[in-house]
C-alpha cells in the first residue's frame, strides 16, 4: 500500500495540556493566548480588585497568586524571545496600574499614572 503524502496536510499548531504548539516553535500565538486568559481572569477579580474595604498590599498579593499563575502556566518550558518577555512584562505592569491606581504629584497636586519604578 503506498501512501500519498500530499493528501496530508501538514500539522500546523495542536493544543496540548493548554498550550498551543506550532511547527514554527513560535509563542506569539501562546503569548497572546495567555495574555488574554490573565486580562480575563482579572476581569472575573476586578470586583475583589476594585474594592476600596482591601489594603493595596493584599490586593497586589491576590494579583501575585491568582492572575500571573494563569499568564506564566507554560513559561517554564518555553524560551523567550525579548519581545515575549516584555509583553508580559508590560502586562504585570498593567495590571499593577489598574490595581493601585492613580497618584497625586506632591508639586502639582493632580492625579498621574504611577511610573514604572513606582510599581
Given amino acids: 500500500m503506498k501512501i500519498d503524502n500530499s493528501s496530508f496536510e501538514r500539522v500546523k499548531e495542536c493544543k496540548h495540556l493548554g498550550t498551543t ?16 486568559s490573565g486580562n480575563a481572569c482579572y476581569h472575573s477579580a ?15 498579593e491576590i494579583q501575585r497568586t491568582i492572575i ?7 513559561c517554564e518550558t518555553l524560551s523567550f524571545t525579548l519581545r515575549e518577555e ?16 492613580p497618584k497625586r504629584d506632591q508639586v502639582t497636586g493632580e492625579l498621574r ?7
Fill in 113 to 119: 499614572k504611577l511610573h514604572n519604578e513606582e510599581l
Fill in 21 to 36: 504548539l506550532t511547527n514554527q516553535n513560535s509563542i506569539k500565538e501562546e503569548t497572546k493566548s495567555r495574555l488574554k
Fill in 46 to 60: 476586578q470586583n475583589l480588585l476594585s474594592s476600596s474595604s482591601l489594603s493595596k498590599n493584599l490586593k497586589n
Fill in 86 to 101: 516584555y509583553r508580559l512584562w508590560v502586562f504585570d505592569n498593567r495590571m499593577l496600574r489598574r490595581i493601585f491606581g
Fill in 68 to 74: 500571573l499563575p494563569v499568564v506564566l502556566y507554560w
